[in-house]
């Protein structure tokens, strides 16, 4: 049983109400300061779960990550993706393991097209054989590795707001998502969206990414400045199809529930549909670059909700689950 109410059909309605031209409408999307995060932690975690509630997005700003550090990520990133397609498929994704490289292979229910945007996943358990040579890309496996490690303790630090919240001790999802496990499989994710050429820049039928839920427990989404075209709405209001956009500022980090901490929570915190739109007239139609870090339980880790709402299960077969439900056939 899934905990996300929200099935195929209605992914497809979406889509098709989303061709024809959907509406936007202004939500507050909340900006948390994490400063003085120790003494101010019972005041952080209430403004994260009332942002949560409401619409399961927020941006966090003053999060320990400087922004050298992640301007320097992006700037690996972009390089890796410039590589050429014969060197980077020499590093495919091993979907099982949420590993590698992909192009336009990820094809969202929502939309039955291809994402248009290539993407390459570090989890690092899974890595051997994946990693670029220092004679292609120098320094690559050192900065992302970093930049994933400062990425998992911001997620660490959101999250045992959470777990106060939910009566949790503290540690709780520090120790289900243990980097030091083999079974450990929060990924950072590097995501190049192509560039919209001119024939396909009317097409109602491709999307940079097509309307979805995540599966794990928090995201947390770097954008780049200029880069826009995320947008929120929020499941509870899907049939009125009135999206948000979420502009990007380089020094926040935008984050949002996922499948995995809905079912933990009892339903309390929803995950919520977003999608990243192609642009529209007047924007640039040049490339769009993000990292995205996904808390993401260990496989081992068993999922049990406060209430006992759901029976329990493991991440791994949830995650398994939760693929099933949504890219059947």
């Not at 949560?52 to 320990?64: E, L, N, P, T």
């Not at 590993?99 to 690092?124: F, L, N």
Request: aromatic content about 10%.
């Amino acid at each position: 049983m899934s905990s996300t109410p929200y099935d195929m059909a209605e992914l497809q309605k979406e889509t098709r109400m989303g061709a024809m031209g959907s509406e936007t409408t202004t939500r507050e999307i909340r900006r948390i300061s994490l400063a003085d995060f120790h003494r101010r932690k019972a005041e952080i975690a209430d403004q994260l779960w009332d942002a949560s509630v409401d619409v399961g997005f927020f941006q966090v700003a003053d999060h320990g990550i400087d922004l050298a550090e992640m301007r320097a990520a992006f700037a690996m990133a972009e390089r890796f993706f410039a590589l050429p397609d014969s060197v980077k498929a020499q590093y495919p994704l091993k979907k099982a393991l949420n590993s590698g490289w992909e192009s336009r292979a990820q094809v969202r229910p929502s939309t039955g097209t291809p994402d248009q945007k290539e993407s390459y996943q570090i989890t690092r358990p899974h890595m051997d054989g994946l990693w670029p040579t220092e004679d292609e890309l120098a320094g690559f496996r050192a900065t992302m590795l970093a930049f994933e490690e400062k990425s998992w303790a911001v997620g660490m630090r959101l999250l045992s707001c959470f777990a106060l919240k939910l009566g949790f001790d503290e540690a709780f999802f520090t120790r289900a998502h243990d980097p030091a496990r083999p079974s450990y499989q929060s990924t950072l994710r590097m995501l190049h969206y192509y560039a919209i050429p001119p024939e396909e820049q009317r097409s109602l039928g491709l999307w940079r990414a097509g309307a979805h839920t995540d599966f794990d427990c928090l995201t947390l989404l770097y954008q780049r400045q200029g880069q826009g075209g995320l947008q929120v709405c929020p499941g509870k209001e899907m049939d009125a199809q009135e999206w948000t956009s979420i502009a990007p500022q380089e020094d926040l980090i935008t984050c949002n529930i996922g499948d995995m901490l809905m079912r933990w929570s009892d339903d309390r915190l929803p995950s919520n549909f977003h999608r990243v739109r192609n642009p529209v007239a007047g924007e640039t139609m040049g490339p769009r670059y993000s990292l995205a870090f996904f808390c993401q339980a260990n496989r081992d880790a068993v999922i049990e909700s406060p209430s006992g709402k759901y029976p329990p299960i493991t991440a791994g077969d949830y995650l398994n689950q939760r693929i099933a439900a949504n890219f059947k056939k």
